[in-house]
């Protein structure tokens, strides 16, 4: 007697399961290692430790994709052909509390916030698994389109240059830091008269007030460079190229061909250098808290937790629609398996200092497109994530590519996760049930304030400021409302299953 495998069960030849996992790595690559680089400079930590963001990011990604896949005991693992990245959800409100808090002890936040949303997400995923009728392709286009258009900017930012730093739009002009330093010494003067100074006619200075400063009101030379604009034109038109002529793989990998053109030409007009790759070393281990120990803030918390719940309640509809490619049912005590290793991967990414994990989108569309529905292909594809977090050269290399090589992706990338969103909200109801188009609307709007009005908190309790900081918490919790009061929590999985097949660009 035979017992047919299931092809989700199939395990192939190793040498096709290498060739066909490192597909995988590549298409999710340049997804994976924006994040750290964004979070990591938002924090203003040195390239050494951005380098050792994208080395755990990496080993991380990889460890949880193996778990998820493979599986380990009853309780954790879909057991399907799933990688894990980390989510782009969690951008915008790790940047908030990067901006309120910079350096180590920001990052002692944000790493602790994730711990903490990382065990709640495990504790309540029975629970979540249970919540899809609560987001509708209504709810989730919205949400998923608010993450794009916050996301933009930092893409913008890359290309131009930052708000703040070097490369800020504006800078101090030097003839009024002279004459505020010449006031200054004036001032100080009037305390403790230097020999020669009569007290009497510097006391009328009076001292300078604590904390003043001047605004930055010169243009800056280093903003918004002819050269770096166009470097990031060429990735971009590299990009749009190889997605348009070429055909297959190299059509799904066209973001990360296009930042290695960009490298390429950043580095033949001297515009990039490999001196801290040439310093890294070939091999290293990641280890736990390598940059900061985490503080547990419970607002920051829970901002995170709520982030999690948005991101289980996508991925639920990514492993539905990834039961019904493979032709795998997933019945509940999957999902919810499924659900908490989206959990205990955010808390393996705490504890290594990295980030939120999810299952990434783009790689479920690529199952569809191969055909291969071998979990064990992502399985190799998690050994090789292990083994490139393993290498401080590579991580290193990421580093050192100029943001406006970045900028030039960034478009491409944070552009697909708006576009996902208007897709799905392209599939909803509005000619039989004009009510949608109110929680779109509105829901919109409000994550738009963040970004258009970000002072718009500052008569508010400080203790709730991250929570309120993020346009897409905001988009969240107003279309969830909105839709429970117009359409109720009626709703089937086959609305989150169709979603989630169009969901296939972020």
């Given at each position: 007697?035979t017992?047919?495998?299931?092809?989700?069960d199939?395990?192939?030849?190793?040498?096709?399961?290498?060739?066909?996992?490192?597909?995988?790595?590549?298409?999710?690559?340049?997804?994976a290692?924006?994040?750290?680089?964004?979070?990591?400079?938002?924090?203003?930590?040195?390239?050494?430790?951005?380098?050792?963001?994208?080395?755990?990011?990496?080993?991380?990604?990889?460890?949880?994709?193996?778990?998820?896949?493979?599986?380990?005991?009853?309780?954790?693992?879909i057991?399907?052909?799933?990688?894990?990245?980390?989510?782009?959800a969690?951008?915008?409100?790790?940047?908030?509390?990067?901006?309120?808090?910079?350096?180590?002890?920001?990052?002692?936040?944000?790493?602790?916030?994730?711990?903490?949303?990382?065990?709640?997400?495990?504790l309540?995923a029975?629970?979540?698994?249970?919540?899809?009728?609560?987001?509708?392709?209504?709810?989730?286009?919205?949400?998923?389109?608010?993450?794009?258009?916050?996301?933009?900017?930092?893409?913008?930012?890359?290309?131009?240059?930052?708000?703040?730093?070097?490369?800020?739009?504006?800078?101090?002009?030097?003839?009024?830091?002279?004459?505020?330093?010449e006031?200054?010494?004036?001032?100080?003067?009037?305390?403790?008269?230097?020999?020669?100074?009569?007290?009497?006619?510097?006391?009328?200075?009076?001292?300078?007030?604590?904390?003043?400063?001047?605004?930055?009101?010169?243009?800056?030379?280093?903003?918004?460079?002819?050269?770096?604009?166009?470097?990031?034109?060429?990735?971009?038109?590299?990009?749009?190229?190889?997605?348009?002529?070429?055909?297959?793989?190299?059509?799904?990998?066209?973001?990360?061909?296009?930042?290695?053109?960009?490298?390429?030409?950043?580095?033949?007009?001297?515009?990039?250098?490999?001196?801290?790759?040439?310093?890294?070393?070939?091999?290293d281990?990641?280890?736990?808290?390598?940059?900061?120990t985490?503080?547990?803030?419970?607002?920051?918390?829970?901002?995170?937790?709520?982030?999690?719940?948005?991101?289980?309640?996508?991925?639920?509809?990514?492993?539905?629609?990834?039961?019904?490619?493979?032709?795998?049912?997933?019945?509940q005590?999957?999902?919810?398996?499924?659900?908490?290793?989206?959990?205990?991967?955010?808390?393996?990414?705490?504890?290594?200092?990295?980030?939120?994990?999810?299952?990434?989108?783009?790689?479920?569309?690529?199952?569809?497109?191969?055909?291969?529905?071998?979990?064990?292909?992502?399985?190799a594809?998690?050994?090789?994530?292990?083994?490139?977090?393993?290498?401080?050269?590579?991580?290193?290399?990421?580093?050192?590519?100029?943001?406006?090589?970045l900028?030039?992706?960034?478009?491409v990338?944070?552009?697909?996760?708006?576009?996902?969103?208007?897709?799905?909200?392209?599939?909803?109801?509005?000619?039989?049930?004009r009510?949608?188009?109110?929680?779109?609307?509105?829901?919109?709007?409000?994550?738009?304030?963040?970004?258009?009005?970000?002072?718009?908190?500052?008569?508010?309790?400080?203790?709730?400021?991250?929570?309120?900081?993020?346009?897409?918490?905001?988009?969240?919790?107003?279309?969830?409302?909105?839709?429970?009061?117009?359409?109720g929590?009626?709703?089937?999985?086959?609305?989150?299953?169709?979603?989630?097949?169009?969901?296939?660009?972020?």
């Amino acid at each position: 007697m035979t017992t047919s495998t299931h092809p989700v069960d199939e395990r192939l030849p190793n040498g096709k399961l290498g060739a066909l996992g490192l597909q995988h790595v590549l298409v999710m690559y340049a997804g994976a290692v924006a994040v750290p680089l964004i979070v990591g400079r938002a924090l203003k930590l040195s390239p050494e430790q951005v380098a050792t963001l994208i080395s755990a990011d990496l080993f991380c990604c990889g460890l949880v994709t193996i778990i998820q896949s493979l599986g380990a005991t009853q309780w954790f693992g879909i057991r399907l052909p799933v990688m894990m990245g980390v989510t782009f959800a969690s951008v915008s409100p790790m940047v908030a509390m990067a901006n309120n808090n910079p350096g180590v002890a920001g990052a002692g936040l944000i790493f602790g916030a994730i711990i903490g949303a990382g065990i709640i997400s495990i504790l309540i995923a029975p629970v979540v698994s249970r919540m899809l009728r609560f987001f509708p392709p209504v709810v989730t286009g919205t949400i998923i389109a608010v993450i794009g258009i916050s996301l933009m900017r930092i893409g913008i930012n890359w290309i131009f240059g930052n708000p703040f730093g070097p490369t800020a739009p504006s800078v101090v002009n030097p003839e009024h830091a002279k004459w505020l330093a010449e006031v200054g010494s004036l001032a100080n003067a009037a305390v403790t008269p230097a020999a020669g100074v009569n007290a009497a006619a510097s006391a009328v200075v009076p001292a300078i007030p604590k904390g003043l400063s001047l605004a930055s009101s010169v243009p800056n030379p280093n903003y918004a460079q002819l050269p770096h604009i166009a470097i990031a034109a060429t990735v971009l038109a590299s990009i749009l190229l190889i997605a348009k002529f070429a055909k297959g793989f190299v059509a799904n990998i066209s973001v990360l061909l296009g930042i290695i053109v960009g490298g390429v030409i950043a580095t033949a007009v001297g515009l990039m250098n490999f001196d801290k790759v040439a310093k890294a070393n070939w091999f290293d281990l990641v280890l736990p808290f390598s940059i900061a120990t985490p503080v547990f803030d419970p607002i920051l918390i829970l901002t995170m937790t709520l982030v999690m719940i948005v991101v289980m309640i996508e991925s639920t509809g990514m492993f539905l629609a990834l039961g019904d490619m493979t032709g795998k049912k997933v019945d509940q005590k999957m999902l919810t398996a499924g659900l908490r290793t989206d959990g205990l991967g955010t808390l393996i990414g705490g504890i290594f200092n990295t980030f939120p994990y999810t299952s990434f989108s783009q790689n479920v569309g690529l199952v569809g497109v191969t055909g291969v529905r071998s979990r064990f292909v992502c399985v190799a594809g998690g050994l090789i994530l292990i083994v490139l977090g393993l290498l401080p050269k590579m991580a290193a290399l990421v580093e050192s590519l100029p943001t406006f090589v970045l900028g030039g992706a960034g478009l491409v990338m944070f552009g697909m996760v708006a576009a996902t969103g208007i897709r799905i909200l392209s599939n909803v109801d509005y000619k039989n049930n004009r009510n949608n188009l109110f929680i779109v609307a509105i829901s919109i709007g409000f994550g738009m304030i963040p970004l258009i009005a970000p002072n718009f908190k500052q008569w508010l309790p400080h203790a709730i400021h991250p929570l309120i900081d993020s346009g897409i918490l905001l988009a969240s919790l107003s279309a969830v409302l909105l839709n429970l009061y117009f359409n109720g929590s009626q709703g089937d999985n086959s609305d989150a299953v169709q979603a989630a097949k169009v969901a296939d660009s972020h």
